[in-house]
């Protein structure tokens, strides 16, 4: 979704790098039968994703990196920092892995409690370190969330109308999902303010079929995505 400025622009070392995230996720990364990262291409991909995913940790927290390193208890708090970070990676990843391998014959790995346990997690640990430094006067039951649109994107053949799995979604020319076996997919992202936002542009692509058109989207609905046989 475009390039995102390195977050050392926040004033201080990087929280996570692709060896972090190498290390959490050995096993699923480096397996035989990854299908799912082009290997020349999967440490610039994570370390992007690293970057980006930091981005969203400092603007949900409200501070920069000097405000962790300046606390009483910096130690702490910047491990469990890194922590949010990784685990960030790893829902992207296995959300990717998933939508990949679903589409493969034989290939059906489920991560969906996976990345439920990760978002968990790294949706309290967040909010316990914005408490940390914008201090409540009431206690908050549940971790705070950024505004949110939710999408239902479905892809179908524009000939015969019939629904399209394994197509990819691209938002702002990146690939976020793939459609499963009924051609309809789920995506959250996050709101945008119209006035001084643009909206996002998202298209559908897949192999035999010309890429879909561009649509402009800036709220929840459903989207439905014609794609053309070549």
Known sequence: MGEVPNSE????KRL?????????????LTRETQSHFDLATMEEVIDRWCKKEECKFYAFVSILRSDL???????????????????RVCVRILRMIQANRMNIPGGTPNYSQVMADYKKEYEQDESWIKSLFWPYTKKRQDPVHQPSIELEI????????????GARIYVV???????????LVDITLLAIDVTKQDPYE???KMA?????????VSESGTYTFSLTPE
């Open 16 to 28: 996570c790098t692709f060896p972090d995230v190498q290390r959490e996720m050995q096993k699923i």
């Open 69 to 87: 390193d300046g606390h009483k208890d910096a130690d702490n708090v910047i491990s469990i920092a890194e922590d949010v970070i990784i685990n």
């Open 9 to 12: 622009d926040r004033e201080g």
């Open 154 to 165: 479905k892809a179908i053949d524009s000939v015969t109308g019939d629904a399209l799995p």
């Open 202 to 204: 998202i298209q559908v």
């Open 173 to 183: 020319n990146e690939w976020v999902s793939t459609t499963w076996k009924d051609g």
């Open 208 to 216: 035999g079929y010309t890429d879909s058109l561009v649509q402009e």
